[in-house]
């Protein structure tokens, strides 16, 4: 089946430096490319996407990169802030549906 | 605009019990999703519907069901509960007319099964 992997679990960074989160997917297929932002007791939240005809999508301080041959994403924040902590999923689609990665908790040191 | 709502927020069950969650929805979406979420694990889809009256299985579908009666509404069931279904539920929607299918959540019911 579709096997989706983010690295790291756990990214403990200093405020303002940035931090780089991996999805790796395995289905070839897919072609929607979405990273969520989880907050304590809330439901997930659509922060960036892309999808698989463009290379890199900026938005503010976050931004998105895609490799479709090496099959992998990634999520980059820069100047992090205090309200950057929070959970992050990638959910590349496959077969019409989200697969959802285990999650990367980030955490920002003051 | 409430966006998706969830109820109950809390729930605690015994094994072998019954129990139904509510999800609504006031934007008119097409498509709605029912996902699981266990610590250290990403969301896990149950079942999902793609329009008034039609529903399919998700990746974890065994001990629960689903109906869909109303387009705003989005009803996920468990028949006998068991310890194994101890999780957070939670609902979403999306809309057929975007492009990415961006997925909105309700806030989450937190379950427990003892």
């Known amino acids: 089946g579709e096997n989706v992997e983010q690295h790291p679990s756990t990214l403990s960074v200093q405020e303002g430096d940035s931090a780089v989160i991996k999805c790796t997917y395995s289905?070839?297929?897919?072609?929607?490319f979405p990273w969520y932002k989880q907050e304590l007791g809330k439901g997930p939240q659509l922060i960036i996407d892309?999808?698989?005809n463009v290379g890199e999508k900026k938005d503010q301080r976050i931004a998105v990169t895609l490799n479709k041959t090496a099959k992998h994403f990634s999520l980059h924040i820069t100047e992090t802030q205090p309200e950057d902590s929070a959970v992050y999923f990638c959910a590349p689609r496959g077969n019409y549906q989200l697969i959802w990665g285990a999650g990367t908790k980030l955490i920002i040191k003051p | 605009n409430a966006g998706v709502t969830q109820t109950p927020k809390f729930r605690v069950l015994k094994t072998g019990q019954s129990m139904t969650l509510l999800c609504a929805q006031d934007?008119?979406?097409?498509?709605m999703y029912w996902y699981r979420q266990d610590p250290g694990m990403g969301l896990r889809l149950i079942h999902y519907s793609v329009g008034e009256g039609t529903t399919a299985k998700g990746e974890v579908p065994d001990g629960y069901n689903v109906s869909r009666l109303k387009k705003q509404n989005f009803l996920l069931g468990l028949e006998s509960a068991a310890p194994s279904q101890t999780s957070v539920y939670f609902c979403?929607?999306?809309?057929?007319?975007?492009?990415?299918?961006?997925?909105?959540f309700g806030p989450g019911t937190r379950l427990t099964v003892t």
């Open positions: 892309i999808r698989s």
């Open positions: 289905d070839s297929a897919s072609n929607y």
């Open positions: 934007m008119n979406h097409e498509y």
């Open positions: 979403a929607s999306s809309s057929l007319r975007s492009p990415g299918r961006e997925q909105y």
